[in-house]
Structure formats: structure tokens, C-alpha cells
């Protein structure tokens, strides 16, 4: 599989969710940037559409590619969210914030009205964990949040426990969010409940967001070199 031309093939399915006058949540990184840039297109063939961006990168990227964007203070209505995923499990939950907006890219997943995840095939997964649990952090006593991140990690059950802080460009300076904290990433290897993990993580102090997304992906789409597949979430979940 040509991972660059399943991500494009996943971002072109994307675009025939998009309706004339729709407000577009724009998402973070390299799967969801093919999409920025298609529907830069779109918009040049005549769509109107207004998009709110999740990160300054897709805010940089979406304006260079012609898309118009309004403040997310000034909308009322998300139609439709684009984004991507680390990993999506069988149940539509994912683990976001590889690119560092987990943040801003829940708040806009869950205020829109369909959130859609592209990606290529090779995300999907039986257990989330092998990739590393991005938690967004306040800078004050993040060493304690850790511990207690750690904690929780243990306490329901991951296979691994390791958590460290991002790095940033430098080796001698953490990364530095859109919204001015830290990231640690935990290296849960297996998480066998999500939803418990979750609950853990928002009970630390200083924990801002963690990257588990559960119960707002509506609709998957997978590209591979071919086309892609569409899978929606079942409506009694």
C-alpha cells in the first residue's frame, strides 16, 4: 500500500460529505492536510463553505490553499469535522494528538454535527495502546500530573506504564502546544478499557485533554491504493 495515495484517495471521499454553505471543522496533520488541500480546490471551482482550523499548522495551511475561515467564537453550527486518527479501534474509539492539537481537535469533533475520520488502512486496530497516548498537560506541576498519569495507567489495567514529556525542536526544551502546555505521551501499550482510562484522566488535576476520543467519530473512512471503504458508526451507539 502507497500510504500518501490512501490518504489522498480517504480525503477525496471526504470532500462528497461537503455541502454548499456548510461550516467545516479542518483537522491536524499529514492525512487531514490532503484534505485542506482538496477542498482549497473545491473552493477555487466555485464551493462556499467557511472552515474553523484545529491548529495554527492547519490554519497556515488552509489559508495558503485558498480555504475561508471564520473564528470558531463566531459560529454556531459545525456541520461536518475531517480529521485524522493514530489508531481506531472496532468501536469507532480513537487515540488522537500524534501532531500535538488533541485539544482544539475535540473541542471542534465534539461540536460538530458529523465528525468523519480519514485515514489509510493501516490505523485500524483490536486494542488501542501500541501508539502513545498524547495527554495535554498544564506546565505548572507536571511532574506530579505524570506520577498520577502513571497511576492511572496501572490502575486500569495498561500494559504499559511509561510516561514521558515531548520533546520539542530542541532536545532541551519541551514541545509547546497552540494552547501553551506541555504533552506527555504514555506508552499504555494495550488499553483494555478505554472508557476507564478516560475517566481516570480527567480526574488528574492538571490533566487539560487526552487524546481518547470516544463516542464522536460518526463515520470511517479507510483509503488503500485502490479506493477506500466507508464505515459508519451503527445507530444505537
Partial sequence: MNPDAAKINAAAAALEFVREGMTIGLGTGSTAAHFVRLLGERVRQGLVILAVPTSEAARTLAEASGVPLVDIARVTRIEVAVDGADEIDPGFRLIKGGGGALLREKIVASAAEHFIV????????????????????????????????????????????????????????????????????????????????????????????????????????????????????????
Fill in 118 to 237: 480519514i485515514a489509510d488502512k493501516s490505523k485500524p486496530v483490536k486494542t488501542l495502546g501500541a501508539f502513545p497516548l498524547p495527554i495535554e498537560v498544564a506546565p505548572f506541576g507536571f511532574t506530579f500530573t505524570a506520577r498520577r498519569v502513571f497511576e492511572a495507567l496501572r490502575a486500569t489495567g495498561c500494559a504499559g506504564d511509561e510516561v514521558t514529556l515531548r520533546q520539542g525542536a530542541s532536545p532541551t526544551l519541551p514541545y509547546i502546544t497552540d494552547n501553551g502546555n506541555f504533552i506527555l505521551d504514555a506508552a499504555a501499550k494495550k488499553i483494555p478499557d478505554p472508557a476507564a482510562l478516560e475517566a481516570a484522566l480527567k480526574r488528574i488535576p492538571g490533566v487539560v485533554e487526552h487524546g481518547l476520543f470516544i463516542d464522536l467519530t460518526h463515520t470511517v473512512i479507510l483509503g488503500d491504493d485502490d479506493g477506500v471503504e466507508i464505515l459508519d458508526r451503527p445507530a444505537d451507539r
